[in-house]
């Protein structure tokens, strides 16, 4: 019987320009900035780490052209769903870039700051669920799990380095 390998996808090699992206996104969004010609260049930095997560995708689905043809048109679903959640934990971190940056964070802002945060969390598991149904409609279950690993991976990637920027609360 012949053994085999957890984590058989190479997905560290099709992330390392996610992380490079990411890890210069980060420390802009920590502080809050006025629009810039450093927004442009953030916005094409943006796009290029799109292109790369769909490159990574599509190297790691393994899906037969009827497959693609179904799965496609909701991945795009989901990003422009995911990109609103974003948006959203962006605005989150900016509030509390603000605040930290010049020592204003009050219980009461923290307090909102948390329960956004948390509703963010509930939003993306909420759509995960919704979506791992529409993803089945089109999808074997196999490719439908793979599929969501790949996003969880890329979720655990960008948290994580959101946890390394993010400095605690004083």
């Known amino acids: 019987m012949t053994q085999r390998k957890f984590g058989k996808f190479s997905i560290a090699r099709y992330l390392l320009p ?7 996104i980060l420390p802009a969004l920590v502080t809050a900035q006025e629009k810039t010609a450093e927004d442009t260049n953030m916005e094409i930095l ?7 997560k769909k490159l990574l995708i599509a190297a790691n689905m393994d899906l037969t052209d009827t497959e693609a043809t179904a ?24 509030t509390y870039a603000k605040e930290f940056n010049a020592n204003t964070l009050s219980d009461e802002t923290a307090k909102k ?8 969390d509930a939003a993306e598991v909420q759509m995960r669920k919704d979506f791992s149904g529409k993803l089945a409609e089109v999808l074997p279950g196999k490719k439908v799990a793979r599929y969501l690993q790949l996003e969880n991976k ?10 390394a920027e993010i400095p605690l609360v004083e």
């Open 46 to 52: 943006r796009e290029k780490v799109r292109a790369d």
């Open 113 to 120: 700051l948390i329960d956004e945060s948390l509703a963010i």
């Open 71 to 94: 799965f496609w048109p909701v991945y795009e679903e989901y990003q422009k769903q995911l990109e609103q959640l974003n948006d959203r934990l962006k605005t989150t971190i900016e």
């Open 154 to 163: 890329v979720r655990a990637m960008l948290r994580y380095e959101l946890a």
């Open 18 to 24: 996610v992380y490079l992206a990411m890890a210069m």
